[in-house]
């Protein structure tokens, strides 16, 4: 991947915590995050299970995902207090960038 590809994969990162910051307290379908992000154009299914994969991995932990075996974009999302953390910028990952 290009550097250019890196860096809009962190930018993406970033704008699904900020969307879930919005959503704190509430959990909301992957489906649903995906519409929200709609403004940044469609979002290749790939590039947010990738973004997803990240941001909820070992060591992270920034969010957590109830998965549905039928259809993945049913699966229920929500943002854990690290990434509560992430989001109201108290922590830094140098994967993802978020708005200023």
């Known amino acids: ?5 890196v860096a809009e994969l962190k930018v993406l990162r970033g704008d699904v915590i900020e969307k ?5 307290g509430t959990d909301i379908r992957i489906a649903a995050l995906r519409n929200a992000l ?8 790939d590039s ?3 973004c997803i994969y ?3 991995g070992e060591g992270k932990r920034y969010i ?9 974009l049913d699966s229920m999302i929500w943002l854990t207090p690290a990434g509560v ?7 830094e990952d140098v ?3 978020l708005d200023e």
């Not at 879930?20 to 704190?24: D, Q």
């Not at 709609?38 to 979002?43: A, E, F, M, T």
């Not at 953390?85 to 922590?91: C, F, G, Q, Y």
């Open 38 to 45: 709609r403004s940044r154009g469609l979002i290749p299914e």
């Open 48 to 50: 947010l299970k990738k």
């Open 85 to 91: 953390n992430l989001a109201e910028r108290d922590i």
């Open 1 to 5: 991947m290009d550097a250019l590809g």
């Open 20 to 24: 879930l910051y919005m959503t704190y």
């Open 64 to 72: 957590h995902v109830e998965i549905d075996k039928e259809n993945w």
């Open 54 to 56: 990240y941001l909820g």
């Open 95 to 97: 994967g993802v960038i």
